[in-house]
C-alpha cells in the first residue's frame, strides 16, 4: 500500500491572518474518467488545525460507493452503501441496490456495473489523514451501465472562508488554489503566503488556479474515448 504527503509551509504571520479571517484548508483528489462527474470536497482543515508546517497525508486505500443524492452544485453526496475497494475491482449493485465486488474490473481502475433498473450516483472514496472520505461522484445508468474511474495522483488545495462539508459538490472553485502532481512521488513540499500566494513558483508539478476554475475540467481527466468505451462495454458482457 503506497503513501502519499504533502507539507505545507506557512509563516506565523500567514497562519495567524487565515485564523483571523476565518479560513479553512479544503483538500480535492483528481481522477481519470469519461465525462459528466464531479469532483467532491475530500478533506477539510478548520482555523485549529492550521500550522506554520501543516501536513496532509494519505494512502492507496478505497472504497466504492452508490448513493441516490443528485450531482448538483453545492449538493452533498450521502452514500446509501458503502464497500471496500481495489484497484482492478469491479463493484456491481445488484436488483436491490446493494453493492459487491469481484476481480474482473479494469487495470488499475475501480469499475461498476449497475444491474439495477434504478439510475445512481456512484464513486470512490479514500484515506485521507486517517479518514476515508468520499471524492468524486458520477452518474450511473441502470440496466446495465457501467462507469470506470481511475484514481491518479494530483491533489488541489484551497483556502477559503465558505463554510462547506466534505461530501460537497464543488463546481466551481471557492478562491485560488493550488495543483499539485505527485505522480512518481511519495511527498512533495509547498509554501503559501497570504501576499504571495502558492509556491515554489520552479515547481512543474504545481499550477495555481484562480477562484471560480471549473474544477470538473481541472480534476476529471479524460481517458481516451475508445479505450473508455471498450472497458465499459468489456464490463457489460
Not at 452533498?76 to 482492478?88: C, E, G, K, Y
Amino acid at each position: 500500500m503506497t503513501n502519499f504527503s504533502t507539507k505545507i509551509k506557512m509563516s506565523s504571520s500567514t497562519v495567524a491572518t487565515l485564523k483571523e479571517q476565518g479560513y479553512s484548508l479544503y483538500g480535492f483528489k483528481a481522477v481519470q474518467a469519461s465525462g459528466g462527474g464531479a469532483p467532491l470536497v475530500w478533506f477539510k482543515y478548520d482555523q485549529d488545525k492550521l500550522l506554520q508546517n501543516t501536513n496532509v497525508e494519505w494512502t492507496e486505500s478505497f472504497s466504492a460507493y452508490n448513493s441516490t443524492s443528485q450531482i448538483i452544485s453545492g449538493g452533498q453526496i450521502r452514500s446509501n452503501n458503502v464497500i471496500d475497494a481495489n484497484l482492478d475491482d469491479l463493484i456491481t449493485i445488484d436488483l436491490a441496490g446493494n453493492l459487491s465486488h469481484s476481480k474482473r474490473g479494469v487495470k488499475r481502475a475501480i469499475s461498476f456495473l449497475n444491474d439495477a433498473a434504478q439510475q445512481f450516483t456512484v464513486g470512490i472514496s479514500q484515506l485521507v489523514n486517517g479518514k476515508t472520505n468520499e471524492l468524486c461522484a458520477f452518474p450511473i445508468l441502470g440496466s446495465q451501465a457501467s462507469r470506470v474511474i481511475t484514481p491518479i495522483t494530483k491533489i488541489a488545495l484551497i483556502f477559503s472562508t465558505d463554510t462547506i462539508k466534505t461530501g460537497t459538490v464543488i463546481t466551481k472553485a471557492m478562491s485560488s488554489g493550488a495543483l499539485i502532481d505527485l505522480t512518481g512521488v511519495g511527498s512533495r513540499e509547498v509554501t503559501f503566503d497570504v501576499k504571495e500566494g502558492w509556491g515554489p513558483k520552479e515547481g512543474s508539478w504545481l499550477t495555481t488556479f484562480e477562484a471560480f476554475t471549473n474544477m470538473s475540467r481541472l480534476l476529471i481527466e479524460s481517458q481516451d474515448s475508445n479505450e473508455v468505451k471498450l472497458s465499459e462495454k468489456l464490463l457489460e458482457l
